[in-house]
Nanobody, 123 residues
Framework: QVQLVESGGGLVQAGGSLRLSCAAS????????MGWFRQAPGKEREFVAV????????YYGDSVKGRFTISRDNAKNTVYLQMNGLKPEDTAVYYC????????????????WGQGTQVTVSS
């Protein structure tokens, strides 16, 4: 069992930046592939980014590629999502999750989830 706690959300103007953090429990954090998803009101949960256990490999959803950066600090059991160039359409609740495997891109392929953190981008 892994517990995840997201933080860092808030209200920001379009074009601004935020950094989300996700702190994980447990001693095997570096073995876990970690991902970020987001869910806007009335929409399905959307894949944002994934990072390998070592942090050497990353992959992004098309809607955030070039603007968002996923990273991790295994010594702190934390994964981050740096979000730059934010747009109103980035408004959503952002979730971190533990993936079943590296190629996991859908919700069904993730087994532990945090409670989410709200990001609101004003125009």
């Amino acid at each position: 069992q892994v517990q995840l706690v997201e933080s860092g959300g808030g209200l920001v103007q379009a074009g601004g930046s935020l950094r989300l953090s996700c702190a994980a429990s447990g001693r095997t954090f570096s073995r876990h592939v970690m991902g970020w998803f987001r869910q806007a009101p009335g929409k399905e949960r959307e894949f944002v980014a994934v990072i390998s256990g070592s942090g050497s490999a990353t992959y992004y959803g098309d809607s955030v590629k070039g603007r968002f950066t996923i990273s991790r600090d295994n010594a702190k059991n934390t994964v981050y999502l740096q979000m730059n160039g934010l747009k109103p359409e980035d408004t959503a609740v952002y979730y971190c999750a533990v993936a079943n495997n590296w190629w996991a891109r859908s919700v069904l392929e993730y087994k532990y989830w945090g409670q989410g953190t709200q990001v609101t981008v004003s125009s």
